[in-house]
């Protein structure tokens, strides 16, 4: 059964960083692309950035793409987002979904985890 699940999320001060975790299993990701998304409280879900089965990177955020870091390793089956420099306004669920290439309609992507909620207060 193919699945991702999305962790590392929670609640962190304005300013402060942290790393999701995107796991697979029931397929490996080796040869997948595999973007970040994120739906705020009442907005538009939107793709932050995707990478590639050969690690280019396309970012699709025009929210401070310098504050977002996506990695990869295939040997663990794991793709990582960075998030530095938390804002308020990055409060939303963080999605990570495959496609076979990077694109910048959702609508392309096969499969997607439930989510991991971070939330960004003092």
């Known amino acids: 059964q193919v699945q991702l699940v999305e962790s590392g999320g929670g609640l962190v001060q304005p300013g402060g960083s942290l790393t999701l975790s995107c796991a697979a299993s029931g397929f490996s990701l080796d040869g997948w692309a595999i973007g970040w998304f994120r739906q705020a409280p009442k907005k538009e879900r939107e793709e932050i950035v995707c990478i590639n089965w050969n690690d280019r990177v396309t970012y699709y955020t025009d929210s401070g793409k310098e504050r977002f870091t996506i990695s990869r390793d295939d040997t663990k089956n794991m793709v990582y987002l960075q998030i530095i420099g938390l804002k308020p306004e990055d409060t939303a669920v963080y999605y990570c979904?495959?496609?076979?290439?990077?694109?910048?309609?959702?609508?392309?992507?096969?499969?997607w985890g439930q989510g991991t909620q971070v939330t960004v207060s003092s």
């Open positions: 979904a495959t496609n076979s290439y990077c694109s910048s309609y959702e609508g392309d992507f096969r499969s």
